[in-house]
């Protein structure tokens, strides 16, 4: 009898041919190539340096599509949302010392938002590292250990045979949920040093998935099959699992109002009568979540964004699906499901009763209400305007990336994002610099969309370069820039304070004259234009960049009072 583990993949005849016969000149950098192939990666991003001058040699040997940014941090931007509309583990490219720690950030947003980015960094020559300081250019005594608390896992090949069973093993990791950002390196020596490893035929990895315990899905059922008064917190976990259908299957048959967070924009419906929208910065919101009897919450970890500041206190059972171990139950106490959300709503699907509730759809209608009359009363037309605009210039298709900005944290509560994995910003780390970088890489995943890059004056001067990227390759990006003469977030917080603003009005360019002078088109529009303008840029085929002139204001938040 033959066992499942005895079975083993034969080659092919050409990938005999292709081991017994290698071609002449490879080196370590064609095995990390060869290697990337076969687990299926198309395209990869990043910056030559000396350190990784193997890999970017092997490149031109090989299909794989290289993309090149200006800068390491955007490059790992770029990654980290192709990894977010693929699914695939976008690989990233860097150098050793300053060319990798400069993508540090990027990683840290990909981490906080489950994005699977394969980043593989050059290292010192084979001696250098561990031992004592031999004057390498970028040496570090552990570089490893600036990334460990970063990233989901690290990987070292520190001879050309470990190279793709750790790079194997990084890819493996990277789309294991919760996905994340995994850091392989290898030595400069290593990578160029000519090879006799026959080349990488194949590689696929198979991710473990994650179900729940059904244990623990059959008194989940039972709860929310008894509740009176059940909701639903949707976060990003039900975005990333592609689960948003299965969700809304659950939420009808329960009759249960549904909130998604900002990192879960469109897992639900925005017009669905039982949609809660995602007004989670709003009092109202939090008192009607706290009332529930019976709070389901997938996806989401209960973070600050998405508990109103750690101002909400759930009176009623918790009960929380999360991938992430270390995230399970660790803001509020909870009936804990450690699942993919997919998998755990079809348990829940399979085994919940038909609860009506012909009271649900009015509760949802009447604390929606409370919340545009508290935001009526605040005299933030403009910015409900220039809002409605932007949602009425993109396609519904379309995908967005935002960078930390007033009107972001409008859109977090306000924009309906019309389908899910469409609405992405930087909320995971908070980092600025991510809207345009991010949005070239979803643009390079999907050209059959265009995309659309916000961001505040402040926040487009960290990657004005990239203009360079979106030209280069002509990507179908518009950038709109919201121009208020200054840092407009910190501005918020700095006047709240100490009751001015301080240090939040840097010099600027003119933005315009800027993106022409890279051959993007360039266009100066008002709140009463935007909408055609922004429309008209991003049907126009290749790059663009709308600048609005505007103060915005937020508005008035609850949690302090």
């Known amino acids: ?28 950098g064609d095995l990390v190539v060869e290697t990337l192939a076969g687990l299926g990666a198309t395209t990869v991003f990043g910056l030559p340096g000396r350190p990784a001058l193997g890999v970017f040699d092997a490149l031109r040997r090989s299909d794989l599509r290289h993309i090149g940014l200006r800068m390491e941090n955007n490059a790992g931007f770029a990654a980290d949302a192709y990894g977010r509309i693929t699914g695939e583990a976008a ?39 561990g031992g004592g300081r031999r004057g390498h250019p970028h040496e570090l005594p552990d570089r490893a250990a600036s990334f ?24 493996t990791s990277a789309l294991t949920v919760p996905h994340g950002p995994v850091w392989v390196e290898i030595p400069q020596d290593v990578l160029l040093a000519r090879t006799s490893i026959p080349v990488v035929t194949g590689g696929d990895t198979f991710p473990e998935e994650l179900p729940p315990r059904p244990e623990l899905t059959a008194v989940a059922a039972d709860l929310l099959s008894r509740a009176e008064r059940p909701a639903v917190i949707a976060g990003g976990g039900v975005v990333r ?41 709003d009092r109202h919101m939090t008192d009607f979540l706290e009332d529930a009897d019976v709070l389901l919450v997938v996806g989401s970890g209960l973070g600050g964004l998405s508990s109103n500041h750690h101002t909400f206190r759930p009176r009623g059972r918790v009960i929380q699906i999360e991938a992430d171990l270390g995230t399970l139950e660790s803001n509020h106490p909870a009936l804990g499901i450690h699942a993919d ?24 209608r009447e604390v929606l209400g409370r919340v545009r009359e508290r935001i009526a009363s605040q005299g933030l037309t403009l910015e409900q305007d220039v809002l409605a605009a932007v949602r009425g210039a993109l396609p519904a298709g379309a995908p967005s990336f935002w960078d930390m900005t007033v009107l972001t944290s409008w859109a977090w509560s306000a924009f309906d994002a019309k389908a899910p994995n469409t609405m992405h910003s930087a909320q995971g780390a908070g980092g600025l610099g991510y809207g345009f970088p991010a949005a070239l890489g979803a643009a390079v995943a999907d050209p059959t969309h265009p995309v659309l890059a916000v961001s505040g004056d402040d926040s487009a001067l960290y990657s004005v370069a990239e203009l360079a990227t979106a030209r280069r390759y002509d990507l179908n990006v518009t950038w709109l820039i919201v121009d208020d003469g200054g840092e407009g977030v910190p501005r918020e917080y700095t006047t709240d304070a100490s009751g001015q603003p301080t240090a939040t009005e840097p010099t600027r360019p003119d933005y315009v004259a800027l993106a022409e002078s890279f051959g993007v088109p360039g266009v100066r529009t008002s709140p009463r234009t935007l909408e055609a303008d922004l429309a008209k840029a991003l049907a126009s085929p290749g790059p663009s960049v709308v600048v609005l002139p505007a103060v915005l204001r937020g508005f008035a938040p609850t949690h302090l009072d």
């Open 1 to 28: 009898m033959t066992h499942d583990h005895d079975l083993v993949l034969r080659p092919t005849a050409a990938q005999t041919e292709a081991a017994l016969n290698p071609p002449p000149g490879r080196t370590g």
């Open 91 to 129: 690989p990233l490219l860097l150098s050793a010392g300053p060319g990798g720690l400069t993508a540090l950030a990027a990683l840290q947003e990909a981490r906080a938002a489950s994005a699977p980015v394969l980043a593989i960094g050059g290292q010192v020559p084979t001696a250098g590292p």
């Open 148 to 171: 460990r608390g970063v990233v989901k896992s690290v990987h070292t090949a520190r001879t050309q045979s470990q190279i793709p069973s750790a790079i194997a093993e990084a890819w």
């Open 241 to 281: 699992a592609d689960a948003s259908k299965k969700l809304r299957q659950l939420a009808e048959r329960l009759q249960a109002p549904v909130v998604t967070t900002f990192g879960g924009k469109g897992a639900f419906p925005w017009t669905h009568p039982l949609s809660l929208q995602s007004w989670l910065e």
């Open 341 to 364: 959300a997919r998998l755990a709503l079809q348990a829940l699907l399979e085994t919940v009763e038909e609860r009506p509730d012909p009271t649900a759809r009015e509760r949802v």
